[in-house]
């Protein structure tokens, strides 16, 4: 099924009901925002809320919060998602699942015998419950000195945030051993968390831009926090399985143009990302891959950005046929086998080279872990 949205200024009042579409006119007093919002909520797995072409104001951010909805435009260049608001909203449109800290502790468990990288097999001290094959679990350490040590972290020494954290799918269950369908990509230590997570799965994103308009366009050349208040990503994809994202562009982001956070298997094809009102220090400006595991990001195009950036204990990501005025940016936090296959790259804010990565004396985050690698348009692997 698709629900089909006008903006406002088209004034349309169509149905064709031979293909499920219903076009929707917003009366001058309704703001987009909520009404699009309000027919995401209603979505039930596999509908789509598509949006004609036209441009739509929004006066707050988006969320998809249920599995299997997916947000269409008419195409990438008929259909603009339009927004000015602050920071507190965090971001212009947003997929997002349950959060870690919306866990009770008594649903959590730990890991009881240490597990390598590699293996699908994690052993728990007690039984998770009603958790069910197909369910998630965040595997998660804190820092500690040891830990640190033994990736040669210098400088950095934080408890937190967690620089080994992974997302799995249970396949089968017995007892208090899990079985996961793809192996963990770090090695954890007893003790680790085990936290069932109710990711969002199978939504998406597509066929529409999405700009950031707070009056004029960032300077692309300008590598500070020109509008510390206006902070907003595009599109942010946080505890989720399976998001689809293609033919999408996210145009003067507040902060990151997309950003993904704690996110299994994304495919992310066709994606422009073009310019950042803030692109300074606290880490800003990035195309961002973060707690993300096994994605495939496809055709991904940065123009005036500071870094395509892999974070975070991320693993076993593709990227191919990047097209960036700007670097890639392996940032740390322990990531690995992480590939990013270019077409065209330049070391934009003039720092780095054109592929970065993190020195164990860095300050900003503990080193990368091992397999990360960049590889030109010739098929081969290269450092700068």
Known sequence: MITSLSPRRLHALVTFAATGFSLLSFSAAAGDADVIQQRLDAARFGETVQLSAGTYVLEKGLVIRKSGVTLAGAGVDKTTLVASFPSEDGAIVRILGQSPAEVWSSKRSQLKSKTGSGTTKLILEKNLGNILPGSFVLVRMANDKAFLDSIKSKVWNEKYPHVRTALGQVDSISNTTLILKQPIGLPFQPGAEIIPLDVVRNAGVKDLTIKYDIGGAPDGMDFTN???????????????????????????????????????????????????????KEG?????????????????????????????????????????????????????????????????????????????????????????????????????
């Open 226 to 280: 020109a509008k510390p208040n206006n902070a907003v990503d595009g599109l942010l994809v946080e505890n989720a399985a399976w998001p689809n994202i293609s033919n999408v562009a996210a145009l003067w982001s507040g902060r990151h143009g997309f950003a993904f956070d704690t996110v299994y298997m994304p495919f992310v094809s066709y994606a422009l990302n073009d310019g950042s009102w803030n692109k300074g």
């Open 284 to 384: 800003n400006g990035y195309f961002r891959i973060s707690r993300t595991y096994y994605g495939t990001f496809q055709n991904i195009t940065l123009r005036n950005m500071r870094h395509l950036t892999i974070q975070w204990s991320s693993y076993d990501n593709k990227v191919t046929h990047l097209n960036a005025d700007s670097d890639i940016n392996f940032h740390g936090g322990y990531t690995q086998r992480n590939t990013v296959q270019f077409d065209y790259l330049v070391d934009r804010d003039g720092k780095g080279g054109r592929i970065s990565t993190t020195p164990y004396d860095a300050s900003w985050a503990p080193p990368d872990g091992s397999g990360n690698k960049a590889i030109d348009a010739n098929g081969k692997t290269v450092s700068q």
